[in-house]
């Protein structure tokens, strides 16, 4: 849940609105119908995200639902007060792959009375907290967390299970790298991809 206008017409502040949740769960596509809205009413409105991000295209933010809007790719959280003058609203997708500055940069937006809606993943592809993820969720005054359908029980999902092998905590990818998981797929799929601890030899294997 969040407000769209402050109650106090007086107040000069912002806020930080986080979407959040695991691959193929609708981020994207929120955060772009927030901005899309912002759009309708008027508002200015800059659109950023990583450089590092070109899976769909080098200057749009796309949803895995083919939704667009046109963003700015920045390769550090540095560059986008820069860029984000004189702005009503500010988006920013796939947080997670930006620096921890994002999180100052994002709040000092916020004092200067901008509305900051940014969207990520919460966990990486090892179910642990992703980058300034949690920094961003904390400070933020309004946090969605959405979920996929997992694919292996139908229930709501939360992870993002990498099917391929690869270590790198960054590896860009679509379905056939990734698929959302719940909790007890999930577990089960680490479980059986996690290699065998050699067993210790007894005294009889070492004769």
Known sequence: MFLENTTNPDEQFGWIEVICGSMFSGKTEELIRRLKRAQIAKQRVEIFKPSID???DEHLVTSHDANQI???PVPAAANIPILATD?????IDEAQFFDSEIISVCNDLANRGVRVIVAGLDMDFKGNPFGPMPGLMATA???TKVHAVCTRTGNLAQYSYRKIQ???LVVLGEKEAYEPLSRKAFFQAMQSSSPQKPQDK???DQD
Request: with cysteine; charged share 35%.
């Open 54 to 56: 070109t899976r769909y």
């Open 70 to 72: 046109r963003s700015t």
């Open 87 to 91: 702005c009503d609203v500010v988006g």
């Open 141 to 143: 005054e309004y946090v």
């Open 166 to 168: 690869d270590p790198d």
């Open 202 to 204: 007894t005294p009889e």
